[in-house]
């Protein structure tokens, strides 16, 4: 399989993976969201543990605990991812996997706010309209909800910081989880033995189905992000992108269609909003991609102009 190929198979995988994430999290309903998000954090070190092994990567992992400045960076990445799995493991154990399914639609906007306020970009027109677009459909959704949609803008913001973080850091995916895992790591062992002294924990009681669940929601983590990285180093950004928007729109059909949440008519105009500003946001982001394409393809037969001239001489 070629590499390209190879990528968009890996890509689709993950997203796909991350799409489903309700329908294993809904499984695990017994537990609470905190309970699994600390198991979610103990099995995803172990799981890294593993893969670290495999590609034998611990000498970069002693460099980096020696960076003060970019572990403080990954201690701040891993306070707002544990926010994004804890919010969203609410989401899904209180039937509004269609409001966090919003909150992944209205993300890339969400970027492109931080961009402006945070890396002091500037916005092309479109942009501006696709960001104004997506503002007024969190208005309709407030409206119709009787309150802020807080789930999905909790989920977009900390999601949206937390990739503002790791790009800033640019470190390799599998060191940046362990790490990020290694930091939350005591809370989380702290959690779940107060759990267990006071007979609350569900691990091992339940049933065994449900604790190898558990402990699988480290692999389930690991596995679509190392996917994920791979395919990030073969697919071009735009093809990224657009795969990206695969998973929340599983995550609406399962919250509608299998957990039979709500949709009404307001609701729904909300999503179509949302995916308009999407649509114009992905429509301008490739016109710019090809046209500057296009441009360096002109730059570049321009500087080989005058070789080619001398070589028929």
């Keep these: 399989m070629d590499p390209l190929r190879r990528g968009y198979l890996s890509a689709l995988t993950a997203n796909v993976l991350w ?15 905190v309970e699994v998000l600390a198991h979610r954090v103990v099995w995803s070190l172990l799981s890294m543990v593993l893969v670290l092994v495999v590609i034998r990567r611990w000498r970069s992992v002693r460099d980096l605990l020696r960076q003060r400045k970019r572990m403080a960076g990954l201690a701040a990445a891993a306070v707002l991812i544990a926010v994004n799995w804890g919010v969203y493991i609410f989401a899904v154990n209180t039937d509004r996997v269609v409001e966090a399914s ?51 803008l909790t989920l977009a913001a900390s999601f949206g910081c937390y990739g503002l973080v790791k790009k800033r850091l640019g470190l390799p995916a599998a060191e940046g989880l362990f790490l990020e895992s290694g930091v939350l790591m005591l809370p989380a062992l702290l959690y779940l033995l107060w759990l267990t002294t006071n007979h609350q924990s569900t691990f091992g009681t339940v049933s065994a189905w449900h604790s190898v669940m558990l402990a699988g929601s480290g692999v389930l983590t690991a596995v679509p992000l190392l996917l994920f990285a791979e395919a990030a180093n073969r ?10 928007y695969l998973t929340p729109t599983l995550q609406l059909i399962i919250g509608v269609a299998v957990f039979s949440e709500p949709l009404p008519p307001v609701r729904l105009a909300g999503f179509v909003i949302v ?18 394409r296009a441009d360096r393809g002109r730059a570049a037969s321009t500087a080989n102009e005058p070789a080619a001239v001398g070589a028929t001489e």
């Design 19 to 33: 799409g489903v994430f309700p329908l294993y999290f809904h499984a695990l309903r017994p537990a609470g969201a």
């Design 102 to 152: 919003l909150g992944y639609f209205i993300n890339p906007l969400f970027v492109i706010l931080l961009g402006v306020l945070i890396l002091r970009e500037r916005l092309r027109t479109l942009q501006w309209v696709a960001l104004g677009i997506g503002a007024v459909a969190v208005v309709i959704l407030s409206v119709d909800y009787g309150r802020l949609p807080w789930i999905a």
């Design 275 to 292: 995916w308009c500003a999407l649509a114009l946001f992905s429509w301008d982001a490739f016109r710019t991609a090809r046209r500057n």
């Design 235 to 244: 697919v071009p950004l735009s093809g990224l992108g657009i795969l990206q």
